[in-house]
């Protein structure tokens, strides 16, 4: 019999520590090699570490016969740009068996973020191969943000994921019936142990401190710089309203410097003290070692591991502004942001933040039906058979609240409810009206331009 490869593609230490987990929990089946295949998707690689150099990846090592690099295999294209054309994937294949020495091995392959490069690439140049996919942080719960081939999305046998928010269930990937996984919690914890062990920097504080977790979103063209700074600062502003005085700040790997001194004067104005944590660990890692009285972001996966894994306080702030801005629509953020805004209390509201405790089952239940219609309105196409799930919720829920979570331009290009005011509900939703509607706007345009 062929000898058997299992290849596990990671980009990030978090998505490292999840498949640790998972073969320590038993998930995958014992086969002849393990492959760890890092890639790093960094816009300039060649000056951003990679998973293999962050500190405690040597524990995570541990459990593979050897680490291979993706950016290394494909240079000088970069992982997130790079998949091969058809015509080359034969071609392709035997360079990479050869350079892996993979012989006739059977390939098996596990994955995150199926729907992109590099994830997709690798699935495509081992054709036949099967797949686990794993999700890497909320955005699980959200729906595939891009119409996979069925030629890779039939091989799919499951999607793992950690359970951060207990009785939640994946929509990733069930177009294709992928049933999920869950990674246990216990298994999680252990590996994210590890990793604490190993980073010996981390100070042991005197006071337990609020910890602030920056996300970088003007990166990402959803906010603007001086906007970031301002949800940063505010951030500061709300944790010593509330009575902290030592701060601990975690930028983002790549955010500005000057962020992290202006947050360290606002903090001095207010007579605080801000500490900038600036090593490249996992914020999970900074809960162990810190044990933070208060844990606020935007709407990082973090917070939810901090309430969750870890029984911390935790805060949102900028939540709803945010929302306002993601564009497009189908922006696969919403997800995530949702989750938070929903579950999390506002850092502004003190007797929230106090009284905050993880979701009952009754409110998850709500949530499930918010995201399955929001994730209907991202992606109708791929999940043509919410449509009545939507339907009904965004007629009997709509309200001041929840319109926050939804755009009315959006619901009118899918003829869902709430797309026409409540006052011109009388309308009859037919063809020709939208069609004369279509052509009353255009013509606004036209006269508007003169």
Same mark, same amino acid.
């Given at each position: 019999?062929?000898?058997?490869?299992?290849?596990?593609?990671?980009?990030?230490?978090?998505?490292?520590?999840?498949?640790?987990?998972?073969?320590?929990?038993?998930?995958?089946? =014992?086969?002849?090699?393990?492959?760890?295949?890092?890639?790093?998707?960094?816009?300039?690689?060649?000056?951003?570490? #990679?998973?293999?150099?962050?500190?405690? @990846?040597?524990?995570?090592?541990?459990?593979?016969?050897? &680490?291979?690099?993706?950016?290394?295999?494909?240079?000088?294209?970069?992982?997130?740009?790079?998949?091969?054309?058809?015509?080359?994937?034969?071609?392709?294949?035997?360079?990479?068996?050869?350079?892996?020495?993979?012989?006739?091995? +059977?390939?098996?392959?596990?994955? +995150?973020?199926?729907?992109?490069?590099?994830?997709?690439?690798?699935?495509?140049?081992? !054709?036949?191969?099967?797949?686990?996919?794993?999700?890497?942080?909320?955005? #699980?719960?959200?729906? $595939?943000?891009?119409?996979?081939?069925?030629?890779?999305? !039939?091989?799919?046998?499951?999607?793992?994921?950690?359970?951060?928010?207990?009785?939640?269930?994946?929509?990733?990937? $069930?177009?294709?019936?992928?049933?999920?996984?869950?990674? =246990?919690?216990?298994? @999680?914890?252990? &590996?994210?142990?590890?990793?604490?062990?190993?980073?010996? +920097?981390?100070?042991?504080?005197? +006071?337990?401190?609020?910890?602030?977790?920056?996300?970088?979103?003007?990166?990402?063209?959803?906010?603007?710089?001086?906007?970031?700074?301002?949800?940063?600062?505010?951030?500061?502003?709300?944790?010593?309203?509330?009575?902290?005085?030592?701060?601990?700040?975690?930028?983002?790997?790549?955010?500005?410097?000057?962020?992290?001194?202006?947050?360290?004067?606002?903090?001095?104005?207010?007579?605080?003290?801000? $500490?900038?944590?600036?090593?490249?660990?996992?914020?999970?890692?900074?809960?162990?070692?810190?044990?933070?009285?208060?844990?606020?972001?935007? @709407?990082? !996966?973090?917070?939810?591991?901090?309430?969750?894994?870890?029984?911390?306080?935790?805060?949102?702030?900028?939540?709803?502004?945010?929302?306002?801005?993601?564009?497009?629509?189908?922006? #696969?953020?919403?997800?995530?942001?949702?989750?938070?805004?929903?579950?999390?209390?506002?850092?502004?509201?003190?007797?929230?933040?106090?009284?905050?405790?993880?979701?009952?089952?009754?409110?998850?239940?709500?949530?499930?039906?918010?995201?399955?219609?929001?994730?209907?309105?991202?992606?109708?196409?791929?999940?043509?058979?919410?449509?009545?799930?939507?339907?009904?919720?965004?007629?009997?829920?709509?309200?001041?609240?929840?319109?926050?979570?939804?755009?009315?331009?959006?619901?009118?290009?899918?003829?869902?409810?709430?797309?026409?005011?409540?006052?011109?509900?009388?309308?009859?939703?037919?063809?020709?009206?939208?069609?004369?509607?279509?052509?009353?706007?255009?013509?606004?345009?036209?006269?508007?331009?003169?």
């Amino acid at each position: 019999m062929p000898r058997t490869t299992r290849i596990f593609c990671v980009s990030t230490l978090y998505g490292a520590a999840t498949l640790a987990a998972a073969l320590d929990a038993g998930l995958f089946e =014992p086969t002849d090699r393990r492959l760890l295949l890092v890639t790093n998707n960094a816009v300039n690689p060649e000056i951003t570490p #990679s998973v293999d150099a962050m500190p405690g @990846f040597a524990r995570i090592r541990e459990r593979f016969d050897e &680490v291979l690099s993706w950016n290394e295999t494909i240079a000088p294209f970069h992982p997130g740009g790079w998949g091969p054309r058809g015509d080359d994937i034969p071609m392709w294949e035997r360079y990479v068996r050869l350079l892996w020495d993979l012989g006739d091995d +059977e390939v098996h392959l596990a994955v +995150e973020s199926i729907q992109v490069n590099p994830a997709l690439a690798l699935c495509q140049l081992f !054709t036949g191969a099967p797949v686990d996919a794993y999700a890497d942080g909320l955005m #699980s719960y959200g729906p $595939t943000r891009d119409k996979i081939d069925p030629l890779v999305g !039939t091989r799919v046998d499951r999607l793992l994921h950690l359970d951060l928010v207990p009785g939640l269930t994946p929509l990733l990937l $069930t177009e294709f019936g992928v049933p999920p996984v869950l990674v =246990p919690s216990e298994a @999680f914890l252990k &590996v994210l142990g590890e990793l604490a062990e190993e980073e010996a +920097e981390l100070p042991d504080p005197e +006071e337990q401190p609020a910890l602030l977790l920056g996300q970088y979103l003007s990166a990402l063209g959803i906010l603007d710089d001086a906007e970031e700074e301002e949800l940063h600062l505010g951030m500061v502003r709300g944790a010593v309203a509330l009575g902290h005085r030592k701060l601990v700040f975690k930028p983002h790997p790549v955010a500005p410097a000057r962020w992290s001194r202006l947050l360290e004067d606002e903090a001095r104005k207010l007579g605080a003290e801000l $500490t900038l944590l600036d090593r490249p660990v996992l914020a999970e890692v900074a809960y162990q070692r810190l044990r933070p009285a208060l844990v606020v972001g935007c @709407f990082s !996966t973090a917070l939810l591991t901090a309430a969750g894994l870890y029984g911390l306080p935790v805060a949102r702030v900028g939540t709803g502004t945010v929302l306002a801005r993601l564009a497009p629509y189908q922006n #696969s953020n919403r997800v995530p942001l949702t989750i938070v805004d929903v579950l999390l209390p506002d850092l502004a509201d003190g007797p929230a933040v106090e009284a905050w405790a993880m979701p009952s089952a009754e409110r998850v239940d709500e949530l499930a039906a918010l995201l399955r219609a929001v994730g209907f309105a991202m992606q109708p196409k791929i999940y043509p058979g919410l449509l009545g799930e939507a339907e009904r919720y965004l007629s009997t829920h709509l309200d001041p609240h929840t319109w926050r979570y939804f755009k009315r331009r959006r619901l009118a290009a899918l003829a869902l409810p709430g797309a026409v005011p409540g006052q011109l509900a009388f309308i009859p939703r037919n063809a020709t009206v939208r069609r004369l509607a279509r052509r009353a706007r255009a013509l606004k345009r036209v006269t508007g331009k003169r």
